[in-house]
């Protein structure tokens, strides 16, 4: 990892600032929420503790037939499309009728729907009709009670037959729609206003299930209370909507609206910061809609159990929420319903989203600048390592010597009074050392060969001497001769590796000194291979040269010169049956020469070692052979150097023998 993305990791560290702010800021909406939770249960106590003093309206008892308002006109056919509004919140009668009650200002509307796919029939003046299927109303006026009977053989109207002596304010009968198909029946029925019911009973009879056949569920009925909604409306707060439900949750009064807060609506934005990174999870507004006849949350059943509950929901605005609190209305230690309080809240909202884009934008502030700032640190740091790093590179060229940009001035940055210039002043002491070294090694050939001579050159003549003296005193013994003939090779040797010192120094100065141009290396290549295949004997020698011309920018006696050294030393390894391959192909940005031979396999301890100065693989010369002194891959690696590439050499896949590789790079043109 770089510095940059490391220092960058660091900044990256700064990102806890706002993090523990993000959680400040949570912390701080919920407490605010928490208190106007508190706030609101107590406003709705205190209103429940008034509608319970009151009483006027409040139902009694925990099951009750609920009547609803009718939405729309309704035709008593015995079909339910005109019950459809109504019919999410119908009424369980036994376990296969829905019971629904309607009012307006012509009457009582009852629809009962009943699952029953065996049908017993018998019609309602049927002897045996309370063997069949049926239905049994009783209808209460205060303590006046009364049962009819409802029963029929096939679709149509219907008159209920009464069961009970007449009573005073409750009809003898009243006309019915009896409607059925393979799922069951259904009855639609409508008793006038007049009638002032207090209660209904309901009994479904399937003879299939057995039991009482005039058996009914009586419960007393319940509607919306206009009065109840009034005295509601006197003690409720401002700018909230207040509920009254029955113990089963049925809508017993209302009265308000919900009302936006004072102040600006935040925007899109807010909002959604809001709702993703402050709020909690907030119910649906769906089960609170306002116009619901019946509303059974946890927060209702809590409060039925006698525990005041509050709850959060979404609000129809955006970015507002709103607080629902539930409370139970009690009298005399019994739940006789429960008052639902809502009120919509921004505030919470607008002064969490405030503080917490202040917090963002300051944050983001700090960490741009604190970013900005180790960004611009990690830049120059890396910059400043990047010059050490060049500049060690370039310190030393491929032959040990210091480049000229070293020599003309100091190592860079070795002024600068950091740790960077330390490391600086430590690299300018090492190269200074380097430096001396290499210039010592390079000049030492040339100093040996110069200082040598001499002692040589006088050994040599007291050998001479040696010899003149034995030959004037009679010859030189038998046993002399082999000791002055291994002493004059030796001087030879000796004198032959001083002259090669001397070469090399020769060589490198000579080739650092070549002029490029502009030639074909193909055709360069090629010259010289038409030389080679004379020298080849009886060896198979194979050249391989690009179909178009390869334009190269070198000094082309230089390349001719290393390749003569390279097919010499592969020739001298290459078995009289063998093979030879020399092979040219554009490399980019130049060219590379192979050259490879049939022979013995290269030691890996050698391989690296190769192209140095004095290293040869031949055997040792025998006394009076000319020693081998392995000047010429070292003149390869010179060659390949000066046109900026490197020469390699590697065993063949099949160990069938070698391959030396010159690459060569075109030398750059001088300026004018």
């Known amino acids: 990892m770089t510095l940059r993305r490391k220092l960058l990791l660091v900044a990256l560290c700064t990102l806890a600032l706002p993090v523990a702010g993000w959680l400040y800021v949570r912390q701080m909406e919920n407490l605010l929420r928490d208190g106007q939770a508190q706030a609101l249960i107590a406003s709705a106590r205190a209103v429940a503790r008034s509608l319970a003093v009151t009483g006027e309206g409040l139902p009694e008892g925990d099951r009750a037939w609920y009547v609803q308002p009718a939405q729309t006109p309704i035709t008593v056919d015995g079909y339910g499309d005109d019950w459809a509004p109504l019919t999410p919140w119908s009424q369980p009668v036994g376990s296969r009728g829905k019971l629904l009650l309607a009012r307006d200002a012509n009457g009582l509307y009852l629809w009962l729907d009943v699952r029953d796919s065996r049908r017993t029939r018998a019609d309602v003046d049927d002897p045996l009709v309370l063997h069949a299927d049926h239905v049994v109303l009783a209808l209460s006026r205060g303590d006046a009670h009364r049962r009819y009977l409802l029963a029929s053989s096939g679709p149509g109207p219907l008159t209920a037959k009464a069961l009970d002596p007449s009573v005073a304010g409750l009809p003898d009968s009243f006309a019915a729609q009896w409607q059925e198909d393979g799922s069951g029946y259904r009855i639609e029925l409508r008793l006038p206003a007049t009638t002032g019911l207090t209660a209904l009973g309901v009994g479904v009879f399937d003879p299939a299930d057995g039991g009482d056949?005039?058996?009914?569920?009586?419960?007393?009925?319940?509607?919306?209370?206009?009065a109840l909604s009034a005295e509601l409306a006197r003690l409720a707060p401002d700018h909230s909507y207040a509920r009254v439900l029955s113990p089963q949750g049925w809508l017993m009064a209302r009265s308000g609206q919900l009302q936006a807060d004072g102040g600006p609506q935040p925007g899109w934005f807010a909002a959604l910061i809001y709702r993703s990174l402050l709020a909690d999870r907030v119910q649906s507004a769906e089960p609170w809609m306002q116009d619901t006849p019946r509303l059974r949350s946890p927060e209702v059943e809590q409060a039925l159990r006698g525990q005041p509950a509050a709850v959060w929901r979404e609000g129809e605005t955006r970015a507002s929420v709103v607080l629902d609190a539930a409370v139970p209305i009690e009298r005399g230690g019994t739940v006789h319903g429960v008052l639902l309080l809502e009120q919509t809240s921004r505030a919470v909202p607008l002064l969490a989203n405030r503080a917490l884009l202040g917090l963002l934008l300051t944050s983001f502030a700090v960490l741009l600048v604190a970013g900005g700032i180790l960004l611009a640190f990690a830049t120059r740091l890396s910059l400043r390592l990047g010059k050490l790093r060049d500049a060690a590179e370039r310190a030393q060229a491929a032959d040990g010597q210091l480049d000229?940009?070293?020599?003309?001035?100091?190592?860079?940055?070795s002024d600068a009074p950091d740790e960077v210039g330390d490391l600086a002043r430590s690299f300018e002491k090492l190269f200074e050392a380097v430096g001396g070294y290499t210039d010592y090694l390079r000049t030492l050939a040339s100093k040996l060969s110069h200082e040598l001579n001499t002692p040589i050159a006088i050994v040599k003549s007291s050998l001479d001497n040696l010899e003149?003296?034995?030959?004037?005193?009679?010859?030189?013994p038998p046993e002399a001769a082999s000791y002055l003939a291994r002493a004059r090779d030796g001087t030879a040797r000796l004198g032959m590796l001083v002259r090669a010192m001397s070469e090399a120094s020769r060589m490198e100065r000579a080739i650092a000194a070549a002029e490029p141009e502009d030639v074909d290396l193909r055709e360069v290549v090629r010259g010289c291979a038409e030389s080679y295949r004379t020298l080849a004997g009886t060896r198979r020698f194979e050249c391989v040269l690009p179909p178009v011309p390869l334009p190269f920018h070198g000094a082309p006696e230089l390349v001719a010169q290393a390749l003569d050294k390279l097919f010499d030393n592969a020739l001298s390894f290459t078995p009289a049956d063998g093979?030879?391959?020399?092979?040219?192909?554009?490399?980019?940005?130049?060219a590379e020469i192979t050259l490879a031979n049939q022979g013995p396999a290269l030691p890996?301890?050698?391989?690296?070692?190769?192209?140095?100065?004095?290293?040869?693989?031949?055997?040792?010369?025998?006394?009076?052979?000319?020693?081998?002194?392995?000047?010429?891959?070292?003149?390869?690696?010179?060659?390949?150097?000066?046109?900026?590439?490197?020469?390699?050499?590697?065993?063949?896949?099949?160990g069938q023998g070698v391959a030396f590789t010159l690459q060569l790079h075109s030398m750059p043109r001088a300026r004018l």
């Open 579 to 590: 093979w030879l391959r020399l092979e040219l192909r554009p490399l980019e940005p130049g």
């Open 604 to 654: 890996e301890a050698m391989q690296g070692r190769l192209f140095d100065s004095l290293v040869s693989l031949r055997d040792k010369a025998t006394p009076g052979d000319a020693p081998h002194l392995g000047l010429g891959l070292y003149v390869v690696r010179l060659v390949a150097e000066r046109h900026g590439g490197q020469a390699l050499a590697r065993n063949l896949e099949d």
């Open 404 to 413: 000229g940009l070293f020599r003309r001035g100091r190592f860079p940055m």
């Open 468 to 476: 003149h003296a034995l030959e004037a005193e009679g010859g030189v």
């Open 213 to 226: 056949p005039l058996a009914v569920e009586q419960r007393p009925l319940l509607a919306y209370s206009d």
